[in-house]
């Protein structure tokens, strides 16, 4: 069980931003082997893909809900990978997740939430004025 480990949420006003981080294991895991991404769960509701970026960091992909307004990023060198929230909205209030892709197709981007591996404690994030 790979561990990724989630930072950055906490309460901000509509209209605000956040920047989460999340840390893979510099051993044991080869980072840049793998397509990672950001999902969240909402407060009663299943959990959502929100975000995807390639190995390289070249390509990235995101859900309707977050599209221009938030942006994935990934720096190989630390094994970490970051998601820059802007505008935030109530509605994006939600525990966001890690995730890395699963075997076999670990190198394609993809925006089914069944083909990612996620288990951290997460981050909350809130959003209300």
């Known amino acids: 069980q790979v561990q990724l480990v989630e930072s950055g949420g906490g309460l901000v006003q509509p209209g605000g931003s956040l920047r989460l981080s999340c840390a893979a294991p510099t051993s044991g895991f080869i980072f840049t082997n793998y397509v990672m991404s950001w999902v969240r769960q909402a407060p009663g509701k299943g959990v959502e893909w929100v975000s995807a970026i390639s190995r390289t960091g070249g390509t990235t992909s995101y859900a309707d809900s977050v599209k221009g307004r938030f942006t994935i990023s990934r720096d190989n060198a630390k094994n970490t990978i970051y998601l820059q929230m802007n505008s935030l909205k109530m509605e994006d209030t939600a525990v966001y997740y890690c995730?890395?892709?699963?075997?076999?197709?670990?190198?394609?981007?993809?925006?089914?939430?069944?083909?990612?591996?996620?288990g951290g404690q997460g981050t909350q994030v809130t959003v209300s004025s």
């Open positions: 995730a890395k892709k699963r075997p076999p197709r670990i190198g394609t981007i993809s925006s089914d939430i069944g083909e990612y591996d996620y």
